[in-house]
T-cell receptor
Framework: AQSVTQLDSHVSVSEGTPVLLRCNYS??????LFWYVQHPNKGLQLLLK??????LVKGINGFEAEFKKSETSFHLTKPSAHMSDAAEYFC????????????FGPGTSLSVIP | DSGVTQTPKHLITATGQRVTLRCSPR?????VYWYQQSLDQGLQFLIQ???????AKGNILERFSAQQFPDLHSELNLSSLELGDSALYFC???????????????FGPGTRLTVL
């Protein structure tokens, strides 16, 4: 069975400082992993996805994530936070056995302090 | 703007009632997914349709049903509503059928359902 853990329910950073949002997954097979962002009162938008190609994945708005199989992690990072990055971030896992049943993590709320 | 539209934006109803939520996918997308987002349960996958046929089921209650029409729009029907059904319901669409071809899903803005 697959599962996703987002280690922090809330992260607060100062504008211009690095962002780290942590995600660990559990999957019996080769997973596909995604990060989605949800701004207030908006739908979700795909930031980036890993599907067994390069382990370092670059996404939109300067975000990137690294797939580490040995640590079963897929942490999301950004070198310098902007005010517009304040949102809810979801880590998502899907694997070969149940691609149709994607599992969303509980979400991490990111606050950016001016 | 993702290209996915959902109506209505807000819906307020009473317990025991039935409502229908509507979703129009992006032009050309054959798959439609429904999700429920609530404070206590988080974001949960409910059901997927591909080109009019049910493709996958998630944590969808028996009181809930969905269908996808020939023009590819989809409706989610919620009946015998309970207070706990209050949530944000998202529709998403993608070009892919699912299975090993999982691809990006484009989400609509959601319908906020309040059950009083």
């Amino acid at each position: 069975a697959q599962s996703v853990t987002q280690l922090d329910s809330h992260v607060s950073v100062s504008e211009g400082t690095p962002v780290l949002l942590r995600c660990n997954y559990s999957s019996s097979y080769s997973p596909s992993l995604f990060w989605y962002v949800q701004h207030p009162n908006k739908g979700l938008q795909l930031l980036l996805k890993y599907t067994s190609a390069a382990t370092l994945v670059k996404g939109i708005n300067g975000f990137e994530a690294e797939f580490k199989k040995s640590e079963t992690s897929f942490h999301l990072t950004k070198p310098s936070a902007h005010m517009s990055d304040a949102a809810e971030y979801f880590c998502v896992v899907s694997d070969e056995t149940s691609y149709d049943k994607v599992i969303f993590g509980p979400g991490t709320s990111l606050s950016v302090i001016p | 703007d993702s290209g996915v539209t959902q109506t209505p934006k807000h819906l307020i109803t009473a317990t025991g009632q039935r409502v229908t939520l509507r979703c129009s996918p992006r032009s050309g997308d054959l798959s439609v997914y429904w999700y429920q987002q609530s404070l206590d349960q988080g974001l949960q996958f409910l059901i997927q349709y591909y080109n009019g046929e049910e493709r996958a089921k998630g944590n969808i209650l028996e009181r809930f049903s969905a269908q996808q029409f020939p023009d590819l729009h989809s409706e989610l029907n919620l009946s015998s509503l309970e207070l706990g059904d209050s949530a944000l319901y998202f529709c998403a669409s993608s070009t892919q059928r699912g299975g090993t071809d999982y691809n990006e899903q484009f989400f609509g803005p959601g319908t906020r359902l309040t059950v009083l």
